[in-house]
């Protein structure tokens, strides 16, 4: 069971450490984390998590390719680099995971397309710019590929991701190991029931980050719209 | 706000890293991870942490103390450097939250004694041997202190702490910024809950590392009970 993440400067680490506890409670599991170059790589909040494989490092076929989200996620929307090696990988494994705006991410590498997908509820308004039909779901499995909400969704992706590729005894023996019966002390944890005052002040603090993501996602539109036909 | 957290060889890792999520959301933040030596802590399933900080390195006063659990804290019960460092830091700092099994590590430490206190559902039977008083909950405030289930309940007593540190609106914008609102795929993550088979698939899992921690405890109640009494 092989699994590569990508893991990037700025990345929200829960989004690759929720999905981490998940599925390496698989046995037999292997999981890279990669990025340009090996070594430590500095979430946004400053936890220093280290890549063991790079872009180069041949890992297929892979199981699972995660791609976890993140403020730093906005470059990546238009590194070539990246995006060749998420659609490499994307093609041959047997599922792909994005957790959060990780989503944002493959549909800049041209991945959303008439795919049904979610993201962090922030960015569910960007998703049509990359052709995807957004649904409102905490998780989304679409035929090979699944999306999740923000942050700790990926935690609930990554069990229904652990029963696809292991079936559901060994998903709900890791949610047990895991403890995972949660209880959010508030009522807060997506807009719709979220106090309107909180609501109001994380969005206006998202806002500049919003404002670059959907400026990349019109650039890159526009930029689909006006390319030549495939093979012309 | 200050915040030092233990890490440790096969620590598991989501007993810190769903806590950082949270405390490293509220403005002004400084999390500290702390070992033996700076550099890579591997976790018990391969995530690589750093540590930035020595048992040497002056962080009084704290705000919070993180100590969380996992496979590899059934050491730290019987290391005298470890546990004098945690007496240390938790007769100043404001909050002591301990996560998983790293009630166990406070209570070698001493500091469990008459207390309310919980821990990850398969060592709950473990807590009276350190003189704490078990609370059948998922998150225990006494006091100052603060102790939760296994792995995924640090994120909900990170919650807890967040609001006595910041308030409940802060509270409340972090959770809606981590998109808190689970939906755990399975009715899996607690004993009360999870298939027959399930639980003690589980249980036989743990077995070899309960027997050393309850081994462990009885050695360490053994040896207070035959301790002269204080002052004598």
Known sequence: MRIAALIFPDI???????PFEVLSGIA?????????????????????????????????????????????????MEDEKVLSWIRARASQARYVLAVCTGA??????????????????????????????TEDARVVVDGNLITTGGVTAGIDGSLHLAALLSGEETAQRIQLAMHYAPEPPFASGDPAEAPKPVYES???????????????????AMAQRTQPAAGH
């Open 12 to 18: 929200d680490q829960m989004d690759l450490t929720g």
């Open 202 to 220: 994380v969005l206006e603090a998202y806002a500049p980050l919003t404002e670059k993501r959907l400026a990349v996602a019109q650039r890159l």
């Open 104 to 133: 944002l991410t493959l549909g800049a590498a041209g991945l959303l397309q008439d795919r049904r997908a979610t993201t962090h509820w922030n960015s569910t308004h960007l998703l049509p710019y990359f052709g995807a039909i």
């Open 28 to 76: 037999g599991a292997e999981i890279h984390l990669v990025w340009k170059e090996t070594g430590p790589v500095r979430d946004y909040h400053g936890l220093v998590l280290t890549a063991s494989a790079t872009l180069e490092t041949n890992l297929d076929p892979l199981d699972v390719l995660l791609v976890p989200g993140g403020p730093g996620q906005v470059p990546l």
